[in-house]
């Protein structure tokens, strides 16, 4: 459970040689630095012209009081942006911050193409105690936990630790400020390969050394596995041992590199070195010799004695208490060593001491060992937490202080683990609590300057979608045989290396594009997808595609950076083909689409190609499978299918706006077998748009009726006919494209009115489904009561309406009016402030004839009101006269 410490070993007669950094350390440091656009995690582009600036991104450990970012052009420092008040948790929970870099130096002026390496300076004023900087408590089944903090690797400043549950299982990593930041920033979890984590306790004493390795145990198993923090290939290094082992500590780095296993009755050296596995001959550098006493860990000094310190239990030298103990092992080893050789002990009263770690300071002086004391059973009341020791080269026994409490004081000797980081703050995690801790030393504010790995690329690149700017329509780039100069991921393997051509497609956040240069044995160079690429060449037009034509391949191309994720555009056929040209050359996931009924072409046999005709029941498109992939020689997939790969195209038609194709990049990319909907490219006809409906007779039969749609994966299709009324009516599931309905139901849609305006559409869905898809068309509708009213006396030759009568009136009195034809009326009666004081006929149908309308003023005042009458479009407005 140990931790690994800035150490190498010059000779194997030698045990511990150190280099350690005399860089003043601040509690706080930047690690996790990223160049990126200023709006985006999306790497930066290398522009400055057009004024977004490059965003240097990193996360803080703890608060930096000040802050400092020196740009340098080599060796001459180019730009010092400096800021204040920078916490590593803002207001808004942001755990991840960025300083924007404008592209000027420090008088001001733009600085020229090239490449600008910096470093992130941090300060903090300290604390004057221990202080926590991070508390949570996520669901842990951790054993162990570690930290990189050799700077010169990726992973530096990240806790690592291996867990088998809860909130991962198998290697979870956190940032530095305690955030979980696994495979994406929120989550714990990397994906490793090789021997599982996390099962078969493959999970205790994760230890980092300074190569990029981390070493961990399993205790049930007796075997010590490691990964590399770049790749993450868990492999077994060394087994064999004969008593429990429990913790570790690794030294050195290359020909000198050892591994110092903690058993529980023996401590061990492996002189692993440069090799990959060990299984050689361990070293016995201490034995109890059945003295009573239980190891559990061991951190390495770097004193001139070699001093080695192991926490242990039990009944050292005639004392019931458990502690640190100091040993001396010399410039080069003479033997194992017992209890009887101990320099000193810091004794431990009361609890279990188990699991340390060393933090080597500015100087050998401010070096300090924190050990765990743990409870020795569930409820004990003494204090449990973490322990520094300091003076750890004085001869004598130095004294334990308390540097941290437990907040649950409810420690558990095999379930807990602390290490330090590269500043000096202690990392513990607790399982029994399910608690993961920083705490930040006390001390005076003092800096920490972290190098970036990878240089700032200063240069002036287009974005692919203005290269490819097509202004006229004519689907041919207006730019052709233009010479331009992009920045691009690569989305697609090389689809024509058998055919010795170089090809690929590559992308960026507005566009994709192809590039492409003939005569190349193999396809030349191989580029993987997620590499990013800057590319100079010549705009081109082949077969509908538009590609970047290269003339040399080592001066046209220049690997930026690799591993970029790449997300594809996810959309259906039908939203693909409408808007094909947009998509070109992009990284796309097509959705539900089989081979159409027609098709006649099968998979291709291994080194063979194919154009599968594939369409999700309403648009048609070609699926390519190149020999180039491993998809040839596969099994038929069983359809219907998802399937990532490149949108292409290959067309020689005028104008180019045909035989688009999805190409995969991998059989990986297709899912097979998958449940799809009934597409929605399903139309509405009749009732049409803005139809009316006449109900004269509540006996009537109405239909209305639709396209049929279809579901690729075989399912029967229902549908549902919607009025979308308030409720909204739906119909019962049908079975075919119409649905009936009767007088009867349409007086009910209508209720007291004579008039409804609302709209229809259709829904469908498939099978079993309980999700319902919506038609592309939903159409106005109008429902009328047209059941007759008034008597057709004689059926007069013009539409007329008359006077009122009686005029004046008291309190009612009667409006007359004649239609040739039969109409809906509309009458309403107004007073002389234009408001609305009676409907007499709301949009009512009326039959060819004379007809009359009684208005009752009972309710209203004496005075002048005005009746308006509309018939069709023939409208009347007379006043009249209530005298009461």
């Known amino acids: 459970m140990k931790r690994t410490f800035l150490a190498a070993v010059t000779a194997i007669t030698l045990l511990f040689t150190f280099f350690i950094q005399t860089e003043t350390k601040a509690d706080v440091f930047a690690h996790n630095i990223r160049v990126t656009q200023p709006g985006s995690n999306d790497p930066f582009d290398g522009r400055f012209d057009d004024g977004t600036g490059a965003a240097i991104r990193f996360t803080l450990a703890d608060r930096a009081d000040s802050l400092w970012i020196n740009i340098y052009n080599g060796a001459t420092l180019v730009r010092t942006i400096t800021a204040t008040g920078f916490n590593y948790v803002d207001s808004a929970g942001v755990r991840d911050t960025f300083v924007v870099w404008d592209g000027n130096n420090n008088s001001g002026s733009s600085v020229p193409t090239g490449n600008y390496t910096f470093e992130v300076k941090t300060w903090n004023s300290g604390y004057a105690t221990y202080k926590t900087i991070h508390y949570s408590t996520p669901a842990i089944f951790t054993r162990g936990v570690t930290t990189v903090k050799n700077k010169a690797l990726k992973n530096f400043g990240f806790i690592f630790t291996a867990d088998n549950g809860g909130y991962a299982t198998g290697v979870a990593r956190h940032a530095a400020n305690g955030e979980q930041w696994g495979n994406a920033q929120g989550t714990a979890l990397l994906t490793t390969t090789g021997v599982p984590v996390g099962p078969g306790e493959v999970r205790h004493s994760s230890e980092a050394d300074e190569d990029g390795y981390i070493y961990l145990l399993s205790t049930s198993q007796r075997k010590i596995f490691r990964y590399h923090t770049d790749t993450l290939n868990v492999v077994e290094i060394d087994s064999g041992y004969t008593a429990a082992i429990r913790g570790l500590q690794v030294v050195g780095t290359g020909a000198g590199k050892q591994i110092i296993v903690v058993a529980d009755t023996v401590v061990y050296r492996l002189n692993i070195g440069n090799n990959y596995t060990f299984y050689?001959?361990?070293?016995?550098?201490?034995?109890?010799?059945?003295?009573?006493?239980?190891?559990?860990?061991?951190?390495?000094?770097?004193?001139?004695?070699?001093?080695?310190?192991?926490?242990?239990v039990g009944i050292p030298n005639g004392s019931t208490k458990p502690g640190l103990a100091r040993f001396h092992l010399g410039s080069s080893f003479t033997g194992t060593k017992t209890f009887a050789d101990t320099v000193w002990t810091v004794r431990n009263d009361t609890g279990l001491v188990t699991t340390a770690a060393i933090y080597y300071g500015a100087t050998s002086n401010d070096d300090i060992i924190y050990f765990t004391r743990s409870r020795i059973a569930s409820g004990n009341a003494f204090v449990q937490g973490i322990f520094a020791v300091k003076d750890i080269y004085n001869s004598a026994a130095p004294v334990a202080e308390l540097a941290f409490q437990d907040y649950q004081n409810n420690i558990t000797s095999i379930r807990a683990d602390v290490a330090v980081d590269a500043a000096g703050n202690i990392v513990f995690f607790e399982n029994s609590n399910e608690e993961v801790i920083v705490i930040s030393r006390p001390g005076s504010g003092n800096t920490f300057t972290t190098p970036a790995l990878n240089p700032i690329k200063v240069i002036f690149a287009e974005t692919i979608a203005a290269v490819r700017i097509d202004a006229n329509g004519d689907f041919v780039p207006d730019r052709l045989n233009e010479v331009v100069t992009v920045i691009g991921v690569v989305n697609s393997v090389n689809f024509t290396a058998s055919s010795n051509r170089f090809q690929y497609g590559i992308q960026d956040a507005t566009a994709g594009i192809i590039i492409t240069k003939g005569s190349e044995t193999g396809g030349g160079p191989v580029y993987n997808i997620g590499d990013r690429l800057l590319v100079t060449g010549t705009v081109g037009h082949f077969n509908g595609v538009t590609q970047l034509n290269l003339t040399n391949l080592g001066t046209d191309i220049e690997l930026l950076d690799i591993n970029n994720p790449l997300t594809p555009v996810e959309l259906n056929l039908t939203e693909f083909i409408a808007d094909a040209e947009k998509y070109e050359s992009m990284l796309v996931k097509v959705n539900g689409v089989t081979t159409t009924p027609e098709n006649t072409v099968n998979w291709p046999a291994s080194n063979a190609d194919a154009n599968i005709n594939i369409w999700n029941g309403y648009t048609r498109a070609i699926l390519r499978i190149d020999r180039d992939?491993?998809?040839?020689?596969?099994?038929?997939?069983?359809?219907?299918?998802?399937?990532?790969?490149?949108?292409?195209?290959?067309?020689?038609?005028?104008?180019?706006?045909?035989?688009?194709?999805?190409?995969?990049?991998?059989?990986?990319?297709i899912t097979q077998g998958v449940a799809t909907n009934p597409h929605p490219?399903?139309?509405?006809?009749?009732?049409?748009?803005?139809?009316?409906?006449?109900?004269?007779?509540?006996?009537?039969?109405?239909?209305?009726?639709?396209?049929?749609?279809?579901?690729?994966?075989?399912?029967?299709?229902?549908?549902?006919?919607?009025?979308?009324?308030?409720?909204?009516?739906g119909s019962n599931p049908l079975n075919d494209s119409l649905f009936t309905f009767t007088g009867t139901q349409a007086l009910g849609w209508l209720g007291t009115a004579d008039t409804l305006n609302t709209k229809w559409t259709v829904r469908a869905r498939g099978g079993n489904s309980i999700t319902f898809i919506p038609s592309q068309d939903t159409f106005n509708i109008r429902i009328i009561r047209a059941i007759p009213v008034g008597v057709k006396d004689a059926i007069p030759t013009q539409f007329y309406v008359d006077q009122n009568y009686p005029n004046p009136f008291n309190p009612s009195t009667t409006i007359k009016f004649g239609l040739p034809t039969a109409e809906v009326v509309d009458l309403r009666i107004y007073n002389m402030l234009g408001q609305e004081v009676a409907v007499l006929a709301n949009n009512r149908y009326y039959e060819a004839g004379s007809h009359s309308a009684v208005f009752d003023a009972t309710r209203l005042a004496s005075g002048t009101y005005i009746y308006r009458l509309q018939a069709g479009k023939s409208v009347v407005t007379k006043k009249m006269q209530l005298l009461k």
Do not use: H
């Not at 050689?280 to 080695?308: C, F, H, W």
């Not at 803005?690 to 299709?717: E, H, M, P, R």
């Open 681 to 729: 490219y399903f139309f509405l006809n009749a009732p049409g748009d803005d139809a009316t409906i006449l109900v004269t007779d509540s006996a009537q039969s109405f239909t209305a009726n639709w396209t049929k749609t279809i579901d690729v994966d075989g399912d029967a299709v229902q549908y549902q006919f919607q009025l979308l009324k308030t409720p909204v009516f």
């Open 629 to 669: 992939t491993d998809c040839d020689g596969q099994p038929a997939p069983t359809y219907p299918i998802n399937v990532v790969g490149l949108a292409t195209q290959f067309f020689t038609g005028t104008p180019a706006n045909g035989g688009y194709q999805i190409s995969p990049n991998a059989y990986a990319g």
């Open 280 to 312: 050689g001959q361990k070293e016995v550098l201490i034995s109890t010799q059945g003295a009573g006493i239980g190891m559990y860990d061991a951190v390495a000094g770097r004193d001139p004695n070699n001093s080695l310190y192991v926490t242990f």
